[in-house]
């Protein structure tokens, strides 16, 4: 596996279930990023962790919560979520030291029923 | 707070024909980074090119180029030679020289533009 993988890539879950995505980099990064796609709204930054620490969390609510429990790997943790959680969930890495150039992975389609 | 705006929701270009899309950006930094990211129905987000904006040089990759305009906050892509490949959404970008003494800044996304290629 090269670059950054995501999995599942579909996810059909009900309101009360509790379930999580992960996220794994084979770069070398020491940066990792979530983001939520929703249709016709741009991408937006859920949370970030640096060298295993969370660095920002954009005032996302907590039926999201994240792990990180090395630089590889970055988790999602979900429960309790709402119809309007459904969206695209991205992965992203990057180097500490270019922290301008992000690399994504494909994506969880999240379906909340 | 910074803002990215694309002004075009859908863009349609010919095959082997060039196409322009827009960005603008709304900033009160003067060191920072413009990215456009292409994102194919596979949905994998792929970097397309990126622009320093100390730089006055357009950057240009292949077929691809920006035309930088500082001054006004515009940083358009333009595809040459479109190929159905091309065929995607398109995503301008903005990022802040990291903040002294913090880690990673964040990207700011536009909403993106879908360009289809017709053969």
């Known amino acids: 596996e090269t670059g950054v993988t995501q999995t599942p890539r579909h996810l059909v879950m009900g309101m009360t279930n509790k379930k999580s995505l992960k996220c794994e980099q084979h770069l070398g990064h020491n940066a990792m990023y979530w983001y939520k796609q929703s249709a016709k709204k741009p991408l937006e930054l859920m949370f970030v962790?640096?060298?295993?620490?969370?660095?920002e969390n954009n005032s996302v609510p907590s039926r999201f919560s994240p792990e990180c429990p090395n630089s590889s790997h970055l988790f999602l943790h979900l429960h309790t979520l709402q119809p309007e959680d459904s969206a695209l969930y991205l992965c992203a890495s990057s180097q500490e030291a270019a922290a301008y150039e992000q690399y994504f992975g494909p994506g969880t389609r999240l379906t909340v029923t | 707070a910074q803002t990215v705006t694309q002004s075009q929701p859908e863009m349609s270009v010919q095959e082997a024909e060039t196409v322009t899309l827009s960005c603008t950006y709304d900033t009160s930094e003067s060191d920072y980074y413009l990215f456009w990211y292409k994102q194919p129905p596979s949905r994998q987000m792929i970097l397309v090119i990126r622009?320093?904006?100390?730089?006055?040089q357009n950057a240009t990759e292949n077929r691809f180029s920006v035309n930088f305009q500082k001054a006004a906050k515009s940083f358009s892509l333009k595809i040459s030679d479109s190929q159905l490949g091309d065929a995607a959404m398109y995503f301008c970008?903005?990022?802040?020289?990291?903040?002294?003494?913090?880690?990673?800044?964040?990207?700011?996304f536009g909403k993106g533009t879908r360009l289809s290629v017709i053969a």
């Open positions: 962790y640096s060298l295993e620490e969370r660095v």
């Open positions: 970008a903005y990022i802040g020289m990291r903040r002294s003494g913090s880690g990673n800044t964040p990207l700011v």
């Open positions: 622009q320093e904006a100390y730089k006055q």
